[in-house]
């Protein structure tokens, strides 16, 4: 015999649907292979942000607060207790404006608005009163700001909310004290001045005159 003889291999044939139920196999382990890698890099992101400091944060900490206290600046040993809704408007940031050249001497890098106050003169004093109080209107201004930890870690912005808000941060600048159990608003920033970052906070709340009872009256000046 001559010529070359072949010998041919053996086809299986594989019905189509047990090719798409294998290809669908190997779609669903590819997804399941990309969903994990996706998650881990969100998890991961999660991590390195979640000790971060977050304006939004603060301001839901501060929501969240069951009141915080005002001190009283016409009654002695009578302080206020009221709650804060974040509001969105140019208050805090034009305090750390106004702040800002003073904050980024390093003598006062750790200092409160009460102790920057204390150090305007009179002249300085009204110019720096003059966008946020109205003496004729009925409201409790109060200011205050704090400078961050330069090392983050867990709850930090519950750390930033809670010291931004005490008392003996919070510089109230009216002549109108707090309505005890009112409502305020409060507008927050955080801002980088030289090499360390701050948390702004500008507090309004209804003012009371306790020579009128709790709606406010005759003007202190």
């Given at each position: 015999?001559?010529?070359?003889?072949t010998?041919a291999?053996?086809?299986?044939a594989v019905?189509?649907e047990?090719?798409?139920?294998?290809?669908e196999e190997?779609?669903?382990?590819?997804?399941?292979?990309?969903?994990a890698v996706?998650?881990?890099?969100?998890?991961?992101?999660?991590?390195?942000?979640?000790?971060?400091?977050s304006?939004t944060k603060?301001?839901?900490?501060?929501k969240?607060?069951p009141?915080?206290t005002l001190?009283?600046?016409?009654?002695?040993?009578?302080?206020?207790?009221v709650t804060l809704?974040?509001?969105k408007?140019?208050?805090?940031a034009?305090?750390a404006?106004?702040a800002?050249?003073?904050?980024a001497?390093s003598?006062?890098a750790d200092?409160?608005a009460?102790?920057?106050?204390?150090?305007?003169?009179?002249?300085a004093y009204?110019?720096?009163?003059?966008p946020?109080?109205?003496?004729?209107?009925?409201?409790c201004?109060?200011?205050?700001f704090?400078?961050l930890?330069s090392?983050?870690?867990d709850?930090?912005?519950a750390w930033?909310?809670?010291?931004l808000?005490?008392?003996?941060?919070v510089m109230?600048i009216?002549n109108?004290?707090?309505?005890?159990?009112s409502?305020?608003?409060?507008?927050?920033?955080?801002?980088?001045?030289?090499?360390?970052t701050?948390?702004?906070a500008?507090?309004r709340?209804?003012?009371?005159?306790?020579?009128?009872?709790?709606?406010?009256?005759s003007?202190?000046?």
């Open positions: 015999m001559t010529g070359v003889q010998c291999l053996p086809i299986f019905p189509p047990v090719f798409l139920y294998e290809m190997l779609a669903m382990k590819f997804v399941k292979k990309l969903l996706v998650l881990a890099g969100t998890m991961v992101l999660t991590l390195l942000t979640s000790c971060g400091t304006k603060i301001e839901d900490y501060i969240s607060m009141s915080v001190e009283s600046i016409l009654t002695i040993g009578s302080d206020s207790h809704k974040p509001v408007n140019n208050d805090a034009l305090l404006s106004k800002k050249e003073w904050l001497a003598e006062n200092k409160t009460k102790e920057y106050m204390d150090e305007l003169d009179y002249d009204v110019s720096f009163r003059e946020f109080v109205d003496d004729y209107k009925a409201e201004v109060g200011i205050s704090i400078k930890p090392e983050k870690f709850s930090q912005n930033i909310a809670y010291n808000m005490s008392k003996e941060r109230i009216s109108w004290d707090a309505v005890d159990g409502e305020g608003t409060v507008s927050v920033t955080t801002e980088k001045i030289g090499d360390n701050y948390a702004f500008v507090i709340t209804p003012g009371r005159d306790p020579d009128a009872g709790e709606d406010g009256g003007i202190h000046l």
